[in-house]
């Protein structure tokens, strides 16, 4: 039914590249040249699939076995151009601007009060990082941390555009800071 519903193989799925098979600990998987469409009892009883770059991330994060575990839902429209799937421990977020980027744990939380993609922080520009102190994620309007048990936000600074190309000293008298670019 997944399958029809994304158009047959004239669709974002493409011809099948395998029949269903069992992934372990429940999970059905029918594989496509677009990406895998998954089921698992334990994520609503619907197929959900996974595809185009959403789907090279989570390549990139080992699939179910990963920290993301199964899609929670299909791929669907997000805020500001993004496509994003759901999965049992986190997002992946794709836009045209950014790239696919996986948000998870307490950085998904904050994220998703903030008001995800189409809230102040922007699309995800990167996935996430350990700190000395924690963890840390870019996003299009600020890197957001979680250190301590607490949130930070730091925000880009405006810089003038000619500190921006080859190695410069560039200095504010607006915030009288002293910046190695």
């Known amino acids: 039914q997944r399958y029809a519903s994304l158009g047959w193989e004239r669709g974002v799925m493409g011809l099948p590249r395998s029949s269903e098979f069992s992934a372990g600990h429940n999970v059905r998987v029918n594989q496509f040249e677009?990406?895998?469409?998954?089921?698992?009892?334990?994520t609503g009883g619907d197929a959900h699939a996974v595809y185009g770059r959403n789907f090279a991330e989570y390549r990139n994060q080992r699939y179910e076995n990963g920290p993301l575990g199964m899609p929670t839902s299909s791929e669907f429209s997000g805020r500001k151009g993004a496509r994003v799937n759901r999965f049992q421990n986190g997002l992946i977020i794709w836009t045209p601007r950014t790239g696919s980027w996986t948000v998870r744990g307490?950085?998904?939380?904050?994220?998703?009060?903030?008001?995800?993609e189409g809230g102040d922080l922007g699309a995800p520009k990167s996935n996430e990082w350990r700190t000395g102190k924690g963890w840390a994620?870019?996003?299009?309007?600020?890197r957001l941390y979680f250190e301590g048990g607490r949130f930070r936000v730091d925000r880009p600074v405006d810089v003038d555009p000619r500190c921006m190309t080859g190695r410069v000293l560039c200095i504010s008298k607006g915030d009288n800071k002293m910046r190695w670019m």
């Open 34 to 42: 677009g990406g895998s469409i998954y089921w698992h009892p334990k």
């Open 106 to 116: 307490a950085l998904l939380q904050e994220f998703g009060r903030r008001g995800f």
């Open 137 to 142: 994620q870019d996003f299009e309007k600020g």
